[in-house]
């Protein structure tokens, strides 16, 4: 759940999770592990495909872990380092998660808080930071170099129990709703709900209006029956931004071949996350998401997969001061019901190998070394989602 830079607070410890998502870690050094470092342009001056390349975090964010701010309530602003984090990495876009997972009662509130905030970022940083509503603002991300985000829901619970909600939250310029997050909410089952009870009436409703507006709609922590009734009754096709191959690693967050072929079928997209799930114990690395990776291609096709790191874009130190937090972040997540199998204290959202902000060159790098063509990594990094996105939002 990639968030703004911010340590959980007592009340919403389950809202801005940046610093928590990581995306990679050292182990025990106190040092991120920048074992991939920036490659060099190609000999005689030659672009480097990534420079060309559109490049989409399906769940990202931005912010590194500041200890000294490790109790405060607020959010921080985006310090000089975040900012050079974001130009450094070359990724064109982020499906950043803006609301309120939890079925908190002023999940609306904190919703609506949490996209004043960042608006307030993106106002402050223009030549760096831009809002991405439709596929036209996707290319001016690109061209201009600047990081675009996509607000996306994680949840859905925001809208209320008669969707009241929606064309305010729609206004604001969010275009990407997940149904559920892990457990029940009013729209139908996430994927810890042993009953698996799928959409609600509400549910529907959900779907329809989200076909109707043109808002992406995103699968990736909902039940199995939830997901099945969703891609079916969705007359868009739909995503999955954020998850795993369950033939590889049997956790609920991870997809079914079933689910995934569904919603390549529909024109959807499956993105692969660096989260622990992608194994059954021990630290994922770069490997890890390459075989998922190679799974959802023979599952889905290439024009179906993409990456969704869940993580933040910026490098971690792993001190003592992160592991503590670290520790408090899960055992918060379990006493609130909402932590997947597969969460532990000892094992951290990270892949060692790709813990530099240039993780999505590095991962296409090691794509073209195992022998997928330059065309096919292009349209896993981003190509595939931007498709998409231009096609549901317009």
């Known amino acids: ?32 592990a920048n074992a991939a470092e920036r490659p060099k342009k190609r000999e005689g001056g030659q672009r480097d495909w990534y420079d060309d390349a559109i490049v989409i975090d399906t769940c990202g964010g931005i912010g590194r872990f500041d200890p000294k701010t ?14 050079q984090d974001v130009r450094e990495s070359g990724v064109t876009a982020f499906n950043f998660t803006i609301d309120d997972v939890t079925n908190d009662e002023h999940s609306a509130d904190h919703t609506f808080d949490s996209i004043g905030r960042f608006e307030r970022e993106i106002n402050a940083h223009p030549d760096t930071l831009m809002f991405v509503r439709s596929m036209a603002d996707l290319r001016t991300a690109k061209a201009t170099k600047r990081a675009g985000f996509i607000l996306g829901f994680q949840g859905a619970t925001a809208l209320g129990p008669r969707l009241e909600r929606f064309e305010a939250f729609y206004g604001l310029g969010v275009r990407i709703m997940q149904l559920t997050y892990n457990v029940r909410n009013l729209l139908g089952d996430g994927c810890l709900e042993s009953a698996n009870a799928g959409l609600s009436a509400l549910g529907r409703s959900a779907v329809e209006q989200m076909n109707a507006k043109g808002v992406l709609i995103d699968l990736s922590h909902c039940g ?6 969703a891609i079916a009754l969705s007359k868009r096709p739909v995503a999955i931004t954020h998850t795993g191959c369950a033939a590889l690693a049997d956790r609920p967050r991870n997809k079914r071949d079933e689910e995934m072929r569904a919603c390549a079928e529909k024109g959807g997209v499956v993105g692969i996350y660096m989260m622990p799930f992608l194994r059954m114990q021990g630290q994922p690395t770069s490997d890890d998401v390459i075989a998922h990776v190679e799974h959802a291609l023979q599952v889905c096709g290439e024009d179906h997969v993409s990456i969704g790191t869940d993580g933040t874009i910026s490098p971690i130190e792993l001190t003592p001061e992160f592991i503590a937090m670290h520790h408090k972040f899960v055992s918060d ?54 498709r998409l996105f231009g096609e549901v939002c317009g």
């Open 224 to 229: 199995q029956r939830t997901t099945a009734e």
């Open 1 to 32: 759940m990639p968030r703004l830079p911010h340590t959980p607070s007592r009340r919403d410890l389950a809202r801005f999770a940046a610093a928590l998502a990581l995306a990679g870690c050292a182990g025990g050094s106190g040092q991120p």
């Open 70 to 83: 490790a109790n405060e309530d607020e959010i921080t602003p985006l310090s000089a380092l975040d900012l």
């Open 333 to 386: 997540r379990v006493k609130q019901g909402i932590a997947a199998p597969g969460e532990s204290a000892d094992v951290y959202n990270f892949c060692p190998d790709l813990n530099t902000t240039r993780r999505f060159q590095t991962l296409g790098d090691k794509l073209l070394a195992k022998g997928h063509s330059e065309e096919r990594v292009k349209k896993i990094l981003g190509g595939n989602f931007a």
